[in-house]
């Protein structure tokens, strides 16, 4: 069975940091480009940041972008997500994501396998 599974998110107050990972069962994920989405209350699922399959291409959306890194290692099949500066507004549910292409997309409906998403919660 191909699972993506996320770690504990967590809380933590405004300005801290958190890392979060992805691991990988049931098959590799490392010829494929992966991703981190989250979903606040009330909102709709947005794209986080993404990462080619070999690590040397990366996106991130505008409000994440010089806060947030995406990382991954290919020998663990797990793919990483460290937030610094966090702020009350990055509170929602986190989840990685598995594309069907090695290139990194910002398109939710590329992506075939999803985690079941981690809770990270930022206090003013």
């Known amino acids: 069975q191909v699972q993506l599974t996320e770690s504990r998110g967590g809380l933590v107050q405004a300005g801290g940091s958190l890392r979060l990972s992805c691991a990988g069962a049931?098959?590799?994920?490392?010829?494929?480009?992966m991703g981190w989405f989250r979903q606040a209350p009330g909102k709709e699922r947005e794209f986080v940041a993404a990462?080619?399959?070999?690590?040397?291409?990366?996106l991130y959306a505008d409000s994440v972008k010089g806060r947030f890194t995406i990382s991954r290692d290919n020998a663990k099949n797990t793919v990483y997500l460290q937030m610094n500066s966090l702020k009350p507004e990055d509170t929602a549910v986190y989840y990685c994501?598995?594309?069907?292409?090695?290139?990194?997309?910002?398109?939710?409906?590329?992506?075939?396998?999803w985690g079941q998403g981690t809770q990270v919660t930022v206090s003013s």
């Open positions: 990462i080619s399959w070999s690590g040397g291409s990366t």
């Open positions: 049931g098959r590799t994920f490392s010829n494929n480009a």
């Open positions: 994501a598995a594309q069907r292409s090695p290139v990194p997309t910002a398109q939710s409906t590329m992506y075939n396998y």
